[in-house]
């Protein structure tokens, strides 16, 4: 089971990170990815790490503004996220997938977290 937290309001140019734990299962061996989905909008990748060499792949609008990274000893995966904008705004959501590729499909991943909000103001 995932849980992702971290989330809130800041203003435009402020910083957050997004936690997402894990339990039940053995996380090391799982490629965690995050997502998210704003109101209308389709779910959409944003950034992923492997559980292998821990390689990550981030979407291009959030490329040199986000960071994602893990620490199995905790079993959580971090995504530091700075120069935060408006169109940030959405629901962030980890994901947990058994292949050990940087998957930017939503299909990929098999377990889920509930969401954590993520509202950026102008």
């Known amino acids: 089971q995932l849980q992702a937290c971290g989330g809130g309001l800041v203003g435009t140019g402020g910083s957050l990170r997004l936690s997402c734990a894990a339990s039940?299962?053995?996380?090391?061996?799982?490629?965690i990815g995050w997502f998210r989905q704003a109101p209308g909008k389709e779910r959409e990748f944003v950034a992923t790490i492997t559980y292998g060499y821990s390689s990550t792949r981030y979407a291009d609008s959030v490329k040199g503004r986000f960071t994602i990274s893990r620490d199995n000893a905790k079993n959580t995966v971090y995504l530091q996220m700075n120069s935060l904008k408006p169109e940030d705004t959405a629901v962030y959501y980890c994901?947990?997938?058994?292949?050990?590729?940087?998957?930017?499909?939503?299909?990929?991943?098999?377990?889920w977290g509930q969401g954590t909000q993520v509202t950026v103001s102008s």
């Open positions: 994901a947990g997938s058994k292949s050990d590729l940087r998957l930017t499909y939503v299909g990929g991943y098999d377990y």
């Open positions: 039940g299962r053995t996380f090391s061996t799982y490629t």
